[in-house]
T-cell receptor
């Protein structure tokens, strides 16, 4: 199916563990983004990518790592998960005007 | 850098009443403006966008918004809401040239009562 897919949809992990959230798009959009959504904060940009092999920090990058070896994939890794990283994570892509969003990953760090 | 302020965190309204969700932005250069809707446990969907041209923009589900450059506003309106419009609404802005990065407001929760 065409679109942007995130996996997993739900994840529970323990403090200190590494976890990777996956994002795949089928359109070949140049830009991709990772946001986190928290009550009272709206959507905050974690990292973005303008093209394959080009990534840059957003507003809240600490504790996260991204890579983009292929245009269609943009995984987000939490190197050592903390409880403050409990959130809903959204991946999005864009090529011209608006951004297109995935369904989100609800991550709980216990 | 651009920023977005959504003035109301929550807007309760009765079914079939009109509603306005307010959005103000800050930018020193030309921008694109967007409204997105988020239903529970889902991602964001585009409602409407302003890129250029007519300042009154019509979107899906009967929503419309008006771009007001002098007041740096982009308020969302619907003349008669339905229960199914209950959702979170986000206003977003991005520069019209260069960076494609959208900046989002904190969201407004629209609650439609029967």
């Amino acid at each position: 199916d065409a679109g942007i897919t995130q996996s997993p949809r739900y994840k529970i992990t323990e403090t200190g563990r590494q976890v990777t959230l996956m994002c795949h798009q089928t359109w070949s959009h140049s830009y991709m983004f990772w946001y986190r959504q928290d009550l009272g904060h709206g959507l905050r940009l974690i990292y973005y990518s303008a093209a394959a092999d080009i990534t840059d920090k957003g507003e809240v990058p600490d504790g996260y790592v991204v890579s983009r070896s292929k245009t269609e994939n943009f995984p987000l890794t939490l190197e050592s998960a903390t409880r403050s990283q409990t959130s809903v994570y959204f991946c999005a892509s864009s090529w011209d005007s608006e951004a297109f969003f995935g369904q989100g990953t609800r991550l709980t760090v216990v | 850098a651009q920023s977005v302020t959504q003035l109301d965190s929550q807007v309760p309204v009765f079914e079939e009443a009109p509603v306005e969700l307010r959005c103000n932005y800050s930018s020193s250069v030309s921008v694109y403006l967007f409204w997105y809707v988020q239903y529970p446990n889902q991602g964001l969907q585009l409602l409407l966008k302003y890129l250029s041209g007519s300042t009154l923009v019509k979107g899906i589900n009967g929503f419309e918004a008006e771009f007001n450059k002098s007041q740096t506003s982009f308020h969302l309106r619907k003349p008669s809401v339905h229960i199914s419009d209950t959702a979170e609404y986000f206003c977003a802005v991005r520069l019209s040239g260069g960076s494609y990065i959208p900046t989002f407001g904190r969201g407004t929760s629209l609650i439609v009562h029967p």
